[in-house]
């Protein structure tokens, strides 16, 4: 079997809770696998979970280490409409930031970018790069239509 990469992100408590949220908003998207807490009938160690096709292990570790904004899941997305449906799941209890970044009930980091800022920022234009940043700087929630507007000016 060859290597393979996957990102671990460490929970007090949560891991199942949050695999199985994740799960239930990202299409293409399921529980690979739970493992039990020895010792500890009913509760979880490890959950490993693919989201969109990327590969995650969700560890219940306790108190000790706490998820920060330093790494976030990002996630593109066609539509306005799909930019806000998964914010305002994620964003449920959670605390919006700037610049399309949450963090969620969980602790998780979330970038909810839609595609059109990444087709946006690739232009050879600086005059309309800056404009698009400036806009997108100034969001919580990235708006599709004031980027496209932002670049248009």
């Known amino acids: 079997m060859s290597p393979t990469v996957q990102t671990c992100l460490w929970f007090d408590h949560q891991a199942q809770d ?60 066609d539509t306005q409409a799909e930019v806000d449906r998964l914010w305002d799941a994620l964003l449920a209890g959670g605390e919006p930031m700037r610049c399309g970044w949450l963090t969620d009930r969980f602790g998780v980091s979330w970038q909810i970018i839609p595609r059109v800022l990444i087709d946006l920022m690739l232009t050879t234009d600086d005059a309309v790069a800056g404009r698009v940043t400036q806009a997108m700087m100034g969001m919580v929630k990235l708006d599709m239509a004031a980027l496209e507007a932002a670049a248009r000016a």
């Open 18 to 77: 949050a695999a199985e949220t994740y799960v239930s908003l990202l299409p293409d998207s399921r529980i690979v696998a739970s493992y039990p807490a020895r010792g500890n009938p009913g509760k979880t160690f490890l959950v490993h979970v693919e989201l969109l096709g990327q590969r995650y292990s969700f560890l219940n570790g306790g108190p000790h280490y706490k998820l920060t904004p330093a790494a976030s899941i990002e996630v593109h997305l």
